[in-house]
């Protein structure tokens, strides 16, 4: 009995070590954060239940990969791919703006860091797995089809061998470089908004002020000082609703209509989606303190503030984010949440 049991601690063990991992392929795979946590508990109960056919002609880790790649197939047969805003209306003017929500699978969820970015001491690798967990790009991987999603992720961020890939897939080496090819193109024909974002890990000197200066400008609710961190041609969204806007004068405009309520907003740094963010609480008149309002994931290049994504539905994100569901107001400085 004793056997026994060390013998299944040991295996949960062996297979909790690639949690992080998998989680982070399932979810480049489904673009949606709970659906990658299913997607791994489903992985790893199907391989408890059949390790016993485990031969270890594969190594573990190849072994799971191809029952995470089995169970994300089937969860995309269904054939919905995952969007931002921009990638499904045009750009509303804010004269125009109205607040129309679409259902939450319709929507790319965001993903806090540590769930999905396995720890690694190799700086290159590690800047492989932030960059590919950046929202354009994992909206640029739902324009392709299923299984050139997965031969991309696996050749391209999980760097494995055209022959792995043909082997956990059951097909050939020239059918994986085939489907590669079609999904680089697909790629290339696509200038996905923000796919020029860029934040240096850690953050440089420069980003730190900028973030510093985000904060500061938006706690206080200053416009103009905003205005000067916002490129000219930034992107502002707020899923679920499919509102998206474009330029400082729409985004800050919005702010002071529609977006008012948010003044006097709190913010919490958070690590999501490889970029910087913030969890923002939103004053609350009834019980007093702040409650939760927004995951914010920002998108930076040169010095400027191109993206600013507010992912509304806080019911499901700030617990995924292991934040708090309440500020109280003398807490002006409370620990991070990721």
Same mark, same amino acid.
């Given at each position: $009995?004793?056997?026994?049991?060390? !013998?299944?601690?040991?295996? @949960?063990?062996?297979?909790?070590?690639?949690? &992080?991992?998998?989680?982070?392929?399932?979810? *480049? $795979?489904?673009?949606?954060?709970?659906?990658?946590? #299913?997607?791994?508990?489903?992985?790893?109960? *199907?391989?408890?239940?059949?390790? @016993?056919k485990f031969e270890g002609r594969s190594s573990l880790r190849s072994w799971l990969y191809r029952i995470a790649t089995n169970v994300c197939l089937d969860m995309l047969t269904a054939g919905n791919k995952r969007a931002r805003p921009m990638d499904l209306t045009e750009s509303t003017?804010?004269?125009?703006?109205?607040?129309?929500?679409?259902?939450? +699978?319709?929507?790319?969820?965001?993903m806090p860091d540590s769930r999905v970015l396995p720890t690694t001491e190799d700086p290159?690798?590690? %800047?492989?797995?932030?960059?590919? =967990?950046?929202?354009?790009? $994992?909206?640029?991987?739902?324009?392709?089809?299923?299984?050139?999603?997965? &031969?991309?992720?696996?050749?391209?961020v999980l760097a494995w061998k055209a022959s792995e890939v043909a082997e956990l897939l059951g097909?050939? =080496?020239?059918? =994986? +470089?085939?489907?590669?090819? *079609?999904?680089?193109?697909?790629?290339?024909?696509?200038?996905?908004?923000?796919? #020029?974002?860029?934040?240096?890990?850690?953050?440089?000197?420069?980003?730190?002020?900028?973030?510093? *200066?985000? &904060?500061? %400008?938006?706690?206080?609710?200053? $416009?103009?000082?905003?205005?000067?961190?916002?490129?000219? #041609?930034? =992107?502002? !969204?707020m899923p679920p609703f499919d509102l998206w806007l474009t330029g400082v004068r729409d985004i800050t405009g919005f702010m002071t209509t529609l977006?008012?309520?948010?003044?006097?907003?709190?913010?919490?740094? &958070?690590?999501? +989606?490889?970029?910087?963010?913030?969890?923002?609480?939103?004053p609350d008149p009834e019980a007093g303190g702040f409650s939760p309002w927004a995951v914010q994931v920002l998108e930076i290049s040169d010095g400027r503030i191109t993206g600013f994504h507010c992912f509304l539905d806080t019911k499901r994100w700030f617990p995924l984010f292991d934040l708090p569901l309440h500020l109280e107001a003398e807490a002006d400085q409370v620990e991070e949440g990721v």
């Open positions: $009995m004793s056997d026994g049991t060390a !013998t299944t601690t040991d295996l @949960d063990i062996r297979l909790e070590k690639h949690r &992080v991992e998998l989680t982070g392929y399932c979810y *480049r $795979m489904l673009g949606s954060s709970f659906e990658a946590e #299913d997607a791994v508990q489903d992985t790893m109960v *199907r391989a408890w239940r059949s390790y @016993d003017p804010l004269a125009q703006a109205a607040l129309s929500p679409r259902p939450d +699978n319709t929507w790319l969820e965001p290159a690798e590690a %800047a492989v797995a932030k960059e590919s =967990v950046r929202l354009a790009f $994992m909206a640029a991987l739902q324009q392709l089809p299923p299984k050139q999603r997965a &031969v991309l992720i696996l050749r391209e097909t050939t =080496v020239a059918s =994986v +470089n085939s489907a590669l090819q *079609r999904a680089r193109a697909t790629l290339a024909e696509q200038q996905q908004p923000g796919s #020029d974002a860029a934040a240096s890990d850690p953050l440089d000197e420069e980003q730190q002020k900028l973030l510093e *200066r985000y &904060v500061a %400008a938006f706690e206080g609710y200053d $416009m103009t000082a905003l205005t000067a961190l916002l490129h000219e #041609d930034a =992107v502002m !969204t977006g008012a309520p948010c003044a006097g907003s709190r913010l919490v740094p &958070v690590q999501v +989606n490889g970029l910087p963010g913030f969890a923002q609480y939103k």
